[in-house]
C-alpha cells in the first residue's frame, strides 16, 4: 500500500507539473493579455564604468523592445491588448548561474531547476511579480570585447543576457534582449550553432530576396544579417529586424 500511494502522489506531481506547463504555454502564447515583463541589471565585472551605465538605465532605454514587438505582433494578428510592459528592475545584485558547458541532459536539467529557482529568490521587483523575467549581466567593453552566450528559457519564463555597459551598444544589447524575451514564449533559434550563420530559409528576414546577398536585414531568431552564405553581421538596432513566419507560428502569432 504504501509503495502504490507514493507512485500515487508522484503521479499527482507529474499531473501537476504538465497542467501548470500547459496552461503557462497557453496564457503566453495566446495574445488576449498583457505580458509583464521585468528587466534585472547585474554588474557582471563589478567595475565603476559598469555600475556608472546601470545607473543611467530607465525604462526608457528599453522602450524601443517594447513598440518592436507591438509593431511585429500587429503586423501578424489583430491584437486589442498590448502584448508586453516592460520595466526596470531594481539591480541585482548576484549573477545568476550559468549553464554546463557541454553538459549532459541530467546536467541541463539540473541547472535549469536551479535557474528557476535562483530567479524565483532574486526578484527584485516590488509589487506582483511579472510574467518573464531577464536577467540583463552587463560588462565594460573597455575590458571585454566579447560576452558570453545568453539564453531564455520557455519553462520558468526567465531568460539571461549578457550585454556590454555602453551607450553605443544599448541598441544592439536590446536586439539580444527581444530575442531571449521570444525563446522564453518558445521560439527557437534559427542560426548554425557552430558559426552563428543563419540558417536559410528559416533564418533569413527576405529568404526569396534575388540577389539573395546581401541581406539588408535580420530574422530576430536568426541572430544576424546574412552578407554572403559564410558571412553575417550583427544588427545595430531593431529596425533592422523582423519576426518571420516560422517564429510567429512558433509563438502562436501565426496558424
Keep these: 500500500m504504501l509503495r502504490k500511494f507514493r507512485i500515487l502522489i508522484a503521479l499527482l506531481i507529474l499531473l501537476f507539473v504538465a497542467s501548470s506547463a500547459a496552461l503557462t504555454r497557453f496564457r503566453t502564447t495566446n495574445w488576449d493579455n498583457t505580458l509583464y515583463v521585468s528587466i534585472y541589471p547585474v554588474n557582471g565585472d563589478q567595475r565603476p ?64 531547476l536551479k535557474m528557476r529557482y535562483w530567479a524565483w529568490t532574486h526578484n527584485s521587483q516590488p509589487g506582483p511579480a511579472p510574467d518573464i523575467q531577464l536577467y540583463t549581466v552587463y560588462y565594460d567593453p573597455a575590458v571585454y570585447s566579447q560576452v558570453g552566450h545568453s539564453f531564455g528559457l520557455q519553462k520558468g519564463l526567465v531568460g539571461v543576457v549578457n550585454a556590454f555597459a555602453s551607450r553605443a551598444e544599448g541598441k544592439r544589447n536590446n536586439v539580444v534582449i527581444a530575442h531571449e524575451l521570444l525563446h522564453t514564449l518558445g521560439a527557437t533559434d534559427k542560426y548554425d550553432l557552430a558559426n552563428n550563420q543563419p540558417l536559410y530559409p528559416l533564418g533569413y528576414a527576405d529568404p526569396e530576396q534575388q540577389p539573395l546577398y546581401p541581406q539588408k536585414r535580420a530574422e530576430l531568431m536568426g541572430g ?27 509563438i502562436g502569432l501565426a496558424d
Excluded at 553575417?232 to 516560422?246: M, Y
Aim: hydrophobic content about 40%.
Design 49 to 112: 564604468a559598469t555600475r556608472a551605465y546601470i545607473s543611467s538605465l530607465s525604462e526608457a532605454s528599453f522602450a524601443d523592445i517594447e513598440q518592436y514587438l507591438a509593431r511585429q505582433a500587429l503586423a501578424w494578428r489583430d491584437i486589442q491588448e498590448k502584448p508586453f510592459e516592460i520595466s526596470l528592475a531594481p539591480e541585482v545584485t548576484e549573477k545568476p548561474p550559468m549553464p554546463p558547458q557541454n553538459g549532459n541532459v541530467l546536467q541541463i536539467m539540473y541547472w535549469s
Design 224 to 250: 544576424r544579417i546574412p552578407l554572403s552564405p559564410q558571412q553575417a553581421k550583427q544588427p545595430d538596432h531593431l529596425r533592422q529586424t523582423l519576426i518571420s513566419n516560422a517564429t510567429a507560428i512558433e
